[in-house]
């Protein structure tokens, strides 16, 4: 949520060594059905690995449900596989009203971004402009339409379940968004899973611990 390519910018360098490398757009919707066949609409290949992290895999999820086929290889990282929980559900339109208000920066600063990486990187004040300079790049209205796609989304299990393809499940040993626990309930759900939490990353793993993830990917890719 709230970020943009930079969020992968480390594996997009080192894997175009041996995949093309496509980024999609998941601003533009306000449903994760939407966003998926926005994905699926646009991407240049008619079969791929596909990768997501944190809404991304919940966005890749819904690919995954509308499209099983073209779906070759699925990487989830610190991601959640089931509906919002009526908690976090209340919590959203507060944070909306709160960004159209002019407050958005508050909001990234001050509920976000705590949440997002290990004790070791929360002082890494070049790690938090970056995140920082996503989110405020892309504004208030994508972080509503956001905001209510994750609201009110579906629990994606079905589309895990009887998937048998190569699967790597990856998230950091701190992610309090979600945690470890949570991936390896998607682990049981799936065929064929790889899981591997990364040691002293919180939930931005790509970024906190870019050469471990992507080692982690390109196994993934080339096994």
């Given at each position: 949520?709230?970020?943009d390519a930079r ?38 290949f008619p079969r ?176």
């Amino acid at each position: 949520m709230m970020c943009d390519a930079r969020l992968f910018e480390p594996q997009i360098e080192a894997l175009s060594e041996v995949a093309d490398v496509w980024v999609g757009d998941i601003t533009r919707h306000r449903t994760m059905e939407a966003l998926a066949a926005a994905v699926l609409e646009e991407a240049p290949f008619p079969r791929f690995a596909l990768a997501g992290l944190s809404m991304g895999g919940i966005v890749a999820m819904s690919v995954l449900a509308q499209a099983p086929a073209r779906v070759m290889r699925l990487a989830l990282l610190d991601t959640n596989h089931l509906a919002e929980t009526p908690e976090r559900r209340a919590l959203r339109q507060p944070q909306i009203d709160r960004a159209k208000a002019g407050q958005l920066r508050a909001v990234l600063v001050d509920e976000m971004k705590p949440n997002y990486l290990g004790p070791a990187h929360r002082s890494d004040q070049a790690l938090l402009d970056r995140v920082l300079a996503m989110g405020m790049g892309l504004g208030p209205a994508v972080f509503e339409r956001q905001s209510l796609a994750l609201r009110d989304r579906p629990d994606s299990s079905g589309a895990l379940e009887g998937y048998e393809r190569p699967t790597l499940l990856l998230c950091g040993e701190h992610d309090v968004l979600c945690p470890p626990s949570r991936h390896a309930a998607m682990a049981s759900l799936l065929q064929n899973a790889d899981l591997v939490v990364v040691a002293g990353a919180g939930h931005l793993t790509t970024l906190e611990a870019p050469m471990e993830v992507t080692a982690a990917l390109r196994r993934w890719l080339l096994g």
